[in-house]
């Protein structure tokens, strides 16, 4: 990798008018009702939320979040015609392995902010420098301190772009890659399509499907099982990709002029993705939540949206008839998350798998909710691949 990069650094600072807009918005909250004894079956239920726009407003500091971004060095790369914002952490020793580092929906780098340190000085942390990584975690387009498009762009799009930051800014010449949600969509079409200097990917559920052609073995009793859980498990919870992936412009009117709708969307997922059917709260510190919710707030929670239109398609996760990642995948698989793990079988007709991990427990935002063993995992797989 390059010493010197063709970027220009960058520091997050938020201008005051900004923060006193915000913070009107929210003190003119006006609130719905809900049905009596609702707790989350039918969303966020409003005393969990009026909790947090108390808190949003007299007692959380932006300023502390964003000095903790701003502790590792940043950038702003125009990648494909626009500006892709980048933290670049140089890990320890004499050869730390390039590791890029990919977010999802309705995540950001927030959810790398406690992990990325780890990652890329592991004899800080009681590692070894030799599992050390120069991690490279981009905002996706349209995400935080990342220029939206101008036009919906696709998972597989945004990977071309990916490949364009990693070899052509950053001289990748072998690096690896991790990710999940939207992000693991985007690995695993860079794996897919530029294959050549990216040794192995790390996934935490299986972002891409099969594409079954005649010939292909039949589908077993355990996959057949396995479908019939996974449409269980979904059922309710996929509502947001019929609109955001068929009228994402309307929704985003609500979105972008309220910060409590846009919580309330966003916090939402972070419940059901990871204590489903639970009345407690998301199990995550609620300023680091918000932080996250920032993101979407500063940078606008419109062109995030977009790549839905792709997924209801049907297009923006499933391979070509016949088509196989044959890149060296790992997988870390948690039984809460919105899927449900599936059979190595089904797997492995899409993937090199030659990996997996499944979790005791934890949902769908694994370095958020399990930071120590999302790193531990990440070190672990990687080793194999140096």
Request: aromatic share 12%; charged share 20%.
């Amino acid at each position: 990798m390059k010493t010197s990069i063709d970027a220009e650094p960058f520091r997050i600072a938020v201008p005051d008018e900004e923060l006193n807009d915000l913070r009107q918005r929210l003190a003119r909250t006006r609130w719905p009702i809900q049905p009596r004894n609702a707790g989350w079956r039918y969303g966020v239920p409003l005393e969990y939320l009026r909790s947090v726009a108390d808190h949003w407003l007299t007692r959380y500091d932006w300023r502390r979040w964003e000095a903790a971004f701003n502790r590792f060095p940043q950038y702003r790369a125009r990648v494909g015609g626009q500006r892709i914002h980048f933290v670049l952490e140089r890990g320890s020793g004499p050869n730390p392995l390039p590791l890029l580092l990919t977010h999802g929906w309705p995540g950001s780098i927030a959810e790398f902010l406690e992990v990325i340190d780890p990652l890329a000085h592991p004899e800080r942390h009681g590692g070894n420098e030799a599992d050390a990584f120069t991690v490279i975690a981009p905002s996706l387009p349209g995400y935080g301190f990342s220029d939206a498009p101008n036009e919906p762009i696709s998972q597989r799009q945004i990977a071309a772009l990916w490949h364009e930051l990693a070899v052509n800014v950053l001289d990748c010449q072998r690096y690896v890659a991790q990710a999940g949600d939207v992000g693991a969509s985007v690995t695993s079409w860079l794996a897919f399509d530029n294959p050549d200097k990216l040794a192995a990917i790390h996934t935490n559920y299986m972002a891409l499907q099969p594409h079954l052609v005649p010939g292909d073995p039949p589908v077993d009793e355990s996959e057949k099982a396995w479908m019939a859980a996974a449409e269980q498990r979904v059922a309710g919870e996929t509502a947001y990709i019929q609109i955001q992936g068929s009228k994402p412009q309307t929704l985003t009117y609500g979105l972008t002029d309220s910060p409590i709708g846009l919580a309330a969307w966003i916090l939402e997922k972070f419940h059901g993705w990871t204590v489903p059917g639970s009345d407690s709260p998301p199990p995550f510190d609620l300023d680091h939540l918000l932080t996250n919710v920032m993101l979407h707030w500063l940078g606008g929670p419109n062109a995030p949206t977009w790549t839905y239109l792709f997924t209801a398609a049907g297009t923006g996760r499933k391979l070509p008839p016949g088509g196989r990642i044959q890149t060296p995948t790992g997988m870390h698989l948690f039984p809460q998350d919105l899927t449900v793990p599936p059979p190595d079988k089904w797997i492995k007709r899409a993937y090199n798998l030659v990996h997996r991990t499944d979790a005791a427990k934890g949902g769908h935002f694994a370095a958020f909710e399990n930071g120590t063993l999302f790193v531990d995992e990440v070190r672990k797989f990687f080793r194999a691949y140096r």
